[in-house]
C-alpha cells in the first residue's frame, strides 16, 4: 500500500512511488538555506535527495521481501499440512487393512486353509520338535484322510461316560447341594490340532448332536445322521442349510462358504442347522447384565425352568430327557449340561467346554468323593460376567410344515431377547 495515496501497488510499489510521489521526496529547507528532505515513511530528514532515496529504497525492499515471505511461508505451510493429511490418511487406511486382516485370520476368513491343512501343519510342527514320530504322523493323517472321505468324526477327542459319573456321585454327594438336573448321554469333544482356536462351535454342535442320537424322540428327523459327522462335513451341512434358504444374511456373511475355512460359527448357524434337520429350537438372548457386578441371574434362572419344569419332583438327582444347550459368548462358547440347585438357593451352571482335554475329563471318570474335580463344569453366577451371551435350546421336533415356515421366518432372523 503507497504510504503517500494510500493505493495498493502490490509488488511495483518502488515504481509507484517513485512515478507518481518523486516530487514528495523533498521537503523546505532548514533556516541556514540547506534543503531538508524527510523521509515519508519514518519521517527520518536528510539532507541529501539521494541518501533519502537510498534509504527509500532499503524500505521498500524490505517491504517486498516481508511480502514475498509471508507469501512463501504461506504455501510452505500448506504444502506441508496436505503432505501431513496425505501421510496420516495413508497410515489410517493401512492400519484399517491390517486390522481387516486380522479379524479375516481370527475369524478363518482368510481363505489360508481350513481342517484339513492346520491339521497336517500342526503335525508337521510336532514332528520337527521331537513330539511325534514320523509313523505316527503318517498313521494319524491316513486316519485323519479316512474320516474326511466318509464324513464320520474319528472319535479321537471324545470322552463319554462323564454324565453317568456325575448321576452317581451327585447321589451320594451330602454337603451342599440340594437338586441337581442333569441332560442325559453327552459326550464331550474337544478341539483337536485340526481346529486348535476356531472350532468350539463346531465340537459343541458334536456334544449336542452326541445327546439327540440317543434321544428316540429324535430319531425320524436324524435317520440320516446316526454318527458325529467331522467338522468339515458340519460345514457342509450348514451350507446345505442355507442353500435350503435359511439365514441369507448370515450366509453372506461367510461368502456362503464355510467348507475349507477355519470360519467361526455361533448360534444363529447351529440353529440354522438344527432346524434344517427338523429339529425344534430356539435362540434366547441375554442382551445385558440382569444382576450386580455384571452378572446375568435371569440366565440361570431361564436355565433352571429349562430343566426342571417337566421334572418336578422329590428326586434329588433328575437325570432328563431335556438335550444339553449351546452357550455362546464373544469369542467362544461351551455346552451346559446341567445345573446345580444349592441348599441356600443359588445356582450353579454345568458346562462342558471343548477347551478341556480328554486328559482333564477323563478324571471326572474317576470322581473323588469331596467334588474336586467339578470345578472343570461348575460356573456360579459370579464366573460368567461377559456382557452378552445367548443360547440356543432343543425343544421337540418340527414337521415339514414348520420348518418351511421357520425357513422363511428366518430370512429376518431375529433372537428373543430377555429384558
Request: hydrophobic letters at 30%; a negative charge; aromatic letters at 8%.
Amino acid at each position: 500500500e503507497c504510504p503517500f495515496c494510500g493505493e495498493e501497488a502490490g509488488r511495483e510499489l518502488e515504481e509507484h512511488v517513485r512515478a507518481r510521489h518523486g516530487h514528495l521526496l523533498g521537503a523546505p529547507g532548514t533556516g541556514n538555506g540547506e534543503q531538508l528532505y524527510e523521509c515519508p515513511m519514518c519521517s527520518l530528514t536528510c539532507t541529501n535527495i539521494q541518501i533519502l532515496e537510498e534509504h527509500v529504497d532499503l524500505h521498500l525492499e524490505e517491504h517486498n521481501f516481508s511480502e514475498g515471505g509471508n507469501t512463501r511461508d504461506l504455501e510452505l505451510a500448506q504444502q506441508l499440512q496436505t503432505e501431513e493429511d496425505e501421510r496420516q490418511r495413508s497410515e489410517e487406511e493401512k492400519r484399517e487393512r491390517e486390522e481387516f486382516k486380522k479379524l479375516q485370520r481370527q475369524y478363518g476368513l482368510d481363505n489360508s486353509g481350513g481342517f484339513k491343512q492346520q491339521f497336517l501343519k500342526n503335525m508337521e510342527r510336532e514332528v520337527d520338535r521331537g513330539r511325534m514320530q514320523p509313523f505316527e504322523y503318517h498313521k494319524r493323517k491316513a486316519d485323519m484322510m479316512e474320516s474326511l472321505a466318509s464324513g464320520i468324526d474319528d472319535g479321537k477327542t471324545k470322552t463319554s461316560g462323564v454324565i453317568e459319573a456325575l448321576c452317581k456321585y451327585y447321589q451320594n454327594e451330602n454337603k451342599d447341594v440340594r437338586r441337581v438336573w442333569l441332560s442325559a448321554g453327552v459326550d464331550h469333544f474337544h478341539s483337536s490340532l485340526g481346529d486348535r482356536g476356531w472350532g468350539c462351535g463346531y465340537r459343541n454342535f458334536q456334544m449336542l448332536l452326541s445327546s439327540l442320537l440317543q434321544n428316540s424322540s429324535y430319531n425320524d428327523c436324524l435317520r440320516d445322521t446316526t454318527l458325529i459327522p467331522s467338522i468339515p462335513k458340519i460345514q457342509s451341512m450348514i451350507e446345505d442349510a442355507w442353500r435350503e434358504g435359511f439365514d441369507p444374511q448370515g450366509a453372506s456373511h461367510f461368502n456362503n462358504r464355510l467348507h475349507g475355512s477355519k470360519a467361526w460359527i455361533g448360534a444363529c448357524e447351529i440353529y440354522s442347522l438344527l432346524t434344517s434337520l427338523r429339529i425344534k429350537c430356539q435362540i434366547i438372548d441375554f442382551h445385558k447384565p440382569t444382576g450386580p457386578m455384571g452378572t446375568h441371574p435371569r440366565l440361570f434362572e431361564w436355565i433352571l425352568h429349562y430343566y426342571s419344569a417337566d421334572n418336578e419332583g422329590g428326586a434329588k438327582v433328575v437325570c432328563t430327557s431335556k438335550p444339553p444347550i449351546y452357550l455362546q459368548h464373544q469369542g467362544h462358547s461351551r455346552t451346559v449340561v446341567g445345573i446345580e440347585e444349592k441348599k441356600n438357593k443359588s445356582l450353579c451352571l454345568l458346562l462342558f467346554d471343548p477347551g478341556c482335554s480328554s486328559q482333564q475329563m477323563q478324571k471326572l471318570l474317576k470322581q473323588n468323593s469331596d467334588g474336586t474335580g467339578l470345578k472343570l463344569l461348575r460356573k456360579f453366577v459370579g464366573s460368567l460376567k461377559e456382557k452378552q451371551y445367548q443360547i440356543v435350546a432343543v425343544d421337540g421336533v418340527l414337521s415339514l410344515e414348520e420348518k418351511a415356515a421357520r425357513c422363511r421366518a428366518s430370512q429376518v432372523l431375529t433372537s428373543e431377547r430377555i429384558p
